[in-house]
């Protein structure tokens, strides 16, 4: 439909921007923080930086604050790092870990920042890891435990709530994003029941959630795009259908409706890798009931019928993540669609379509909680960094959002990634995704110094007239 007159976005819409803590804050064994599996990582890409530095916003979140506060954002979305509240993740509180974000979370909301906490992000402590991670039960109940920590130091500052980051991700790329957890040899068996083990404590998570703060609001946040056959032949419909409820139907179904979608298990079952279900599990995951959906987009998929072989599994482009399994979908490239310097497809379009698809199905409010564009910015002379290719990846991002808003779908707030340069997961400190630049290199940390690049002064304007002009 382009025959548009649109509403304006909601009233009280959060115009905000992402981090993580393992990626922003370094200080990684500040204040009797514990290590997480992040840090634990010996297998960073070759050339490319750990985690235990970052962007020292630690150290420096007042100064980071301050320059969120003049680009005028209304939500900043973040991630609490397990390890600074619990250091070895179900042991003793660790107090100074548990003030810092209390710091943090003062300073947002001096400043007119909403705060909008994610609870895990890509970082289980090493220590629960070490006894078997997201495999054991136990991990369950320990995930159970440090939400209710939050909720309990936070939860009369905080109104939003996300429960685990792009669950998805580390099930399907687990190895890329440095989460896999040691399995016993029947891999992807193993990866499932660790999979449901998430889904049982963000079920739990979100229903103690409910119970402790009922003013509060919390939703899961999976990376959700729209999946497209590579032509109109059956076939490729059916392969984008079945890669569609593997990839993003079999994470937001139980988290919505508390019960696995019926294409997604069949397949589960079929490989002999469906989850093991205890006692318990189906009245957790039925009783969640989250407020809202949250999810990262970035672009789109477009998949062929299997031809069996392993000509099955493409290459995606950013860091060799391939997508596309034997028997089930084929991975194609979209000829419609542009590429950017990583090989990911650029997809405005397709941030809509997934929009609505996904209100359409479950009909809860949505939150971006990560979309933006990662690039080798430069800093010139005078302290300037000239990224106008991520101004007009963001503006037709925008624009597609507004679009679907005026197609009636229910936008919270759009957080884009990401607030300041951090570290990417792939390609190292190099790789800049912020509205602010941070003056360091891959092994010379220089200064840190914060500088604005020339999309912090556009999105400035982007928030002080509430969305961007359409055509």
């Known amino acids: 439909m382009n025959d548009i007159d649109l509403p304006r976005l909601r009233p009280g819409f959060l115009w905000g921007a992402s981090t993580s803590a393992y990626q922003v804050e370094g200080g990684w064994d500040a204040d009797g923080k514990g290590p997480s599996v992040q840090d634990a990582r010996t297998d960073h890409p070759e050339g490319t ?3 235990k530095v970052a962007s020292d916003h630690f150290h420096r979140y007042a100064e980071d604050v301050a320059l969120l506060a003049e680009l005028g954002l209304k939500a900043y979305r973040f991630s609490i790092a397990w390890t600074r509240i619990v250091p070895d993740g179900d042991g003793p509180e660790n107090a100074a870990g548990i003030a810092f974000y209390h710091r943090l979370i003062d300073e947002l909301l001096a400043h007119g920042i909403e705060p909008i ?10 220590a629960l890891q070490d006894k078997g991670g997201w ?10 435990r440090y939400a209710g920590i939050l909720f309990r130091e936070y939860g009369g500052k905080v109104r939003h709530w996300l429960t685990i980051n792009e669950q998805n991700m580390m099930i399907l790329h687990g190895a890329t994003i440095g989460v896999s957890g040691e399995g ?18 963000q079920a739990r998570a979100m229903a103690l959630c409910h119970e402790l703060l009922p003013q509060a609001k919390i939703g899961p946040a999976p990376n959700i795009v729209s999946v497209y056959p590579a032509s109109s032949a059956p076939e490729d419909v059916l392969a984008a259908a079945d890669f569609s409820a593997i990839r993003n139907w079999l994470y937001l179904d139980v988290a919505v409706h508390g019960r696995y979608n019926p294409t ?3 397949y589960l079952v079929k490989r002999g890798i469906a989850p093991v279900f205890a006692e318990g599990d189906q009245t957790a995951l039925a009783a969640a009931r989250p407020d809202f959906i949250a999810f990262n987009y970035y672009f789109t998929h ?5 031809t069996g072989s392993s000509a099955d599994v493409g290459h995606t482009g950013d860091a060799g993540i391939s997508i596309g399994e034997v028997g089930v979908f ?5 000829p419609h669609l542009k590429t950017n310097a990583f090989g990911w497809e650029v997809d405005p379009v397709g941030f809509r379509a997934t929009f609505r698809e996904i209100y359409d199905r479950y009909r809860l409010p949505l939150l971006v909680t990560e979309n933006g564009l990662g690039a080798f910015d430069t800093l010139e002379d005078g302290d300037v960094v000239r990224d106008d290719y991520r101004v007009e990846y963001l503006a037709e991002h925008i624009r597609q959002m507004q679009l679907a808003a005026g197609d009636g779908v229910d936008i919270l707030g759009y957080c884009p990634w990401s607030a300041i340069d951090l570290v990417s997961t792939h390609q190292g400190a190099a790789k800049r995704y912020g509205f602010v630049y941070v003056d360091r290199d891959e092994f010379d940390l ?15 304007e982007v928030i002080a007239r509430n969305g961007v002009p359409l055509p």
């Open 117 to 126: 906490v994610t609870m895990y992000h890509f970082d289980l402590p090493q």
């Open 446 to 460: 220089k200064e840190l110094r914060r500088v604005r690049k020339d999309s912090f002064f556009w999105y400035q």
């Open 302 to 306: 477009t998949v062929a019928a299997p």
């Open 49 to 51: 930086t750990d985690f």
């Open 330 to 334: 084929r991975a194609v490239r979209n």
């Open 135 to 144: 495999g054991s039960r136990a991990t369950i109940d320990a995930f159970v």
């Open 184 to 201: 016993s040899g029947d891999t992807q068996r193993d990866l499932y029941q660790q999979n449901h083990h998430m889904l049982v404590a």
């Open 264 to 266: 997604a298990w069949s």
